[in-house]
Nanobody, 124 residues
């Protein structure tokens, strides 16, 4: 399984970005997908997750109402739409795939495959 994240960049506070994560080498619709981030000097942090069929979504409290996770199984891609960005959203963002099709997980150790990360920098 390979995951390729893209869409990061530099944006002013209050702006928007959409991250994409393209999967290959797997039956994408069999995987729950998640986004995590790691800010400077910080641990990996859960951001959002979506079930394999796209019917269930979950968000970390600080991004609720601002970020939206979605997926297109026909395109083997998961997205993270980020609006009203804040400086504290600055981080490297990683997508991850979880082969367990039951409950959606929030811990990084429960995800099986990881993308390479894409940098998001929010300036004031």
């Amino acid at each position: 399984v390979q995951l390729q994240a893209s869409g990061g960049g530099l944006v002013q506070a209050g702006g928007s970005l959409r991250l994409s994560c393209a999967a290959s080498g797997c039956t994408f619709s069999s995987y729950n997908m998640g986004w995590f981030r790691q800010g400077p000097g910080q641990e990996h942090e859960f951001v959002a997750a979506i079930s394999w069929g796209g019917h269930r979504t979950y968000y970390e409290d600080s991004v609720k109402g601002r970020f939206t996770i979605s997926r297109d199984n026909a395109k083997n891609t998961v997205y993270l739409q980020m609006n009203s960005l804040k400086r504290e959203d600055t981080a490297v963002y990683y997508c991850a795939a979880d082969g367990y099709r039951g409950s959606v997980h929030f811990l990084e150790r429960e995800y099986d495959y990881w993308g390479q990360g894409t940098q998001v920098t929010v300036s004031s």
